[in-house]
């Protein structure tokens, strides 16, 4: 039995039901596979070749493994399955799932793959570097405001799905979950300045665009109270990146 998609990173979970369901399905045993965040405007989806590794090793055209793996998937309630050409495969995540997802951030917090911690960095460039401490410090600022309207139910999460920042910046929350939770392969580096420098642009975009106080919080303090929430998320994945990952201090103020 595979744990809830939410319990864990989104492409780990999904990976896992993937490999649970194809299974059985093939004499053979799965070839290793990944899944990949695609970057769209609209929907949280994830890029796979497994059917065209599998029709190499069966000697048929990928494009008759992807049908079959798409029917055999098609039930599954956190997904859609799109074919693509020459045999690729694409999961659209529904929003549901995503919301939750995020939900259970609380009480599944990132741990990151302890290859992560153990990095060999060079020197970092002082732009990059502050880029990522201001982003940090923001995101606590912001959050200390906020401590007065923390909320004391359950929070609607579809309603932070709908403005075009709020999902960018869920799509890098996303990507940066998946990304550390595996292990890390070559130029993992880079990837970690990299990860940093893409989330903490979103998160001061976000920021700027998705106003939290003024008429927001008075006529819609949910909409306040999950924009916070979703600045709560992007802060401690800031502070896992810089201190533990890149062993850059992480302020809280500036």
């Known amino acids: 039995m595979n744990p809830p998609l939410e319990t864990t990173a989104i492409a780990l979970g999904l990976h896992r039901q993937i490999q649970t369901t194809l299974s059985p399905l093939f004499p053979r045993d799965l070839p290793i ?68 997802w995020l939900q259970a951030r609380p009480q599944n917090p990132l741990a990151p793959h302890p290859g992560w911690l153990s990095l060999h960095l060079p020197p970092l460039d002082a732009e990059r570097q502050f880029l990522g401490q201001y982003a940090h410090a923001r995101c606590c600022s912001l959050l200390r405001a906020g401590d007065r309207i923390s909320p004391s139910s359950p929070l609607p999460w579809a309603s932070v799905l709908a403005h075009p920042l709020e999902r960018r910046l869920v799509y890098r929350i996303l990507e940066a979950h998946d990304l550390l939770s595996f292990p890390p392969g070559k130029q993992s580096e880079r990837l970690a300045l990299k990860l940093l420098q893409n989330l903490s642009q979103e998160t001061l975009s976000f920021e700027r665009a998705c106003l939290i106080w003024g008429l927001v919080k008075t006529e819609n303090l949910e909409l306040a109270r999950l924009r916070l929430k979703l600045l709560s998320l992007a802060q401690s994945l800031l502070h896992t990146l810089l201190t533990p990952i890149l062993g850059i201090f992480a302020p809280f103020s500036l």
């Open 33 to 100: 596979f990944t899944l990949r965040l695609v970057d769209k405007t609209v929907a949280f989806s994830y890029s796979c070749a497994i059917a065209r590794q599998v029709a190499a090793c069966l000697y048929t055209s990928p494009e008759t493994v992807a049908c079959q793996m798409a029917d055999t998937l098609s039930e599954r309630s956190e997904f859609e399955v799109v074919l693509k050409p020459e045999g690729w495969l694409e999961f659209d995540l529904r929003d549901r799932a995503v919301i939750q």
